[in-house]
């Protein structure tokens, strides 16, 4: 018996094993990081969330009729989305702490 007998584990199965692993590895990696990097981390978490946008996209369009995985890849399109905004945000109040202020002119 072959490889080509074995039986074939669904999309929408594999799909969850890999969102189950990610949190807990996530999770696991965000809680060993000092308070004081957990801003120019939000900022590096853009790219990462961007990369899951994508494949977001891509599980929407070759979903074929399979509502699971086209609920799924919806869903994970939403939180990424929602990632990306919210870390763009920060990274922006991060700079903004950072710039000058222009000097204000007293009048005496």
């Not at 799909?15 to 900022?43: C, D, N, Q, R, Y």
Request: no cysteine.
């Amino acid at each position: 018996m072959g490889a080509a007998t074995a039986s074939q584990t669904p999309p929408l199965v594999n799909a969850l094993w890999v969102l189950l692993l990610g949190s807990l590895l996530g999770f696991e990696l965000i809680g060993k990081v000092p308070p004081t990097l957990h801003t120019p981390l939000m900022s590096g978490a853009n790219a990462i969330s961007g990369i899951t946008m994508l494949a977001a996209l891509t599980a929407i369009i070759k979903a074929d009729g399979s509502t699971p995985l086209l609920v799924l890849g919806s869903v994970s399109l939403g939180f990424a989305l929602f990632n990306v905004i919210g870390g763009f945000l920060v990274t922006d109040r991060m700079l903004a702490m950072f710039s000058r202020k222009p000097a204000r002119k007293e009048n005496s």
